[in-house]
């Protein structure tokens, strides 16, 4: 299992992490399945 923390710049905004989820995704070696996102905090959410 791998983290990704973002850090926002102000308290609403978009933060694309495609580049850090397609980069986990290639060191975990994994070729076919599934990527499990989660998001643990309260008021934000995840838009795929």
Not at 13 to 33: F, H, K, M, W
Request: proline share 4%.
């Amino acid at each position: 299992m791998e983290q990704i923390r973002v850090r926002t710049r102000s308290p609403q905004c978009l933060e694309d992490i495609t580049r850090q989820v397609n980069e986990a995704v290639r060191r975990s070696g994994v070729e076919e399945g599934i990527c499990h996102l989660f998001v643990p905090h309260t008021t934000a959410g995840l838009v795929i």
